[in-house]
């Protein structure tokens, strides 16, 4: 299974925020959509990532003055893409390997999705209940 598989059931926005954008402000989404992360975006280009880990550590070593700093101040900008036909295997890999939970998905230089690793979990999780269902039926069936 591929990650444009996984992206076919989506159809909800990619939240997402600039460079220029206030820690504070990126820290408002993150928390009022309940997610972990951001594309950091340049117009449709990936600039990096900012996630609940760069505010933490941006918190210890600045204090509450981490909140007006600039998001491209404090995100990771040495981001990891993927593209659309990446595997979900070889994605839970990559991000087992350089321990992140997110991973923009890009086509084109241009964000066109947004995975986590509980999005590819959910996937294989969903996928072993399918095969042990469809396996039942058929012993069921014999």
């Known amino acids: 299974m591929t990650i444009q598989a996984i992206m076919q059931g989506r159809d909800g926005p990619i939240y997402s925020c600039t460079a220029n954008d206030t820690v504070a ?3 408002s989404l993150l928390s009022g ?3 972990g992360a951001l594309p950091v975006l340049d117009g449709s280009h990936v600039v ?8 933490l550590y941006c ?3 600045l204090g509450p ?5 600039r998001v491209s101040e404090v995100m990771t900008a040495d981001v990891i893409t993927i593209d659309l036909g990446l595997s979900a295997i070889e994605a839970l890999s990559l991000m087992t390997r350089r321990r992140i939970r997110h991973l923009p998905v890009v086509e084109d230089n241009k964000l066109t999705g947004f995975v986590s690793i509980g999005d590819l979990v959910k996937y294989r999780i969903d996928k072993v209940e399918s ?3 469809a396996m039942r039926n058929y012993i069921q069936s014999a």
Do not use: P, T, W
């Open 25 to 27: 402000d990126a820290v």
């Open 33 to 35: 959509k309940r997610i």
């Open 48 to 55: 990096g990532i900012f996630s609940e880990r760069d505010l």
């Open 59 to 61: 918190i210890e070593k």
């Open 65 to 69: 003055a981490a909140l007006d700093k």
């Open 131 to 133: 095969e042990a269902a």
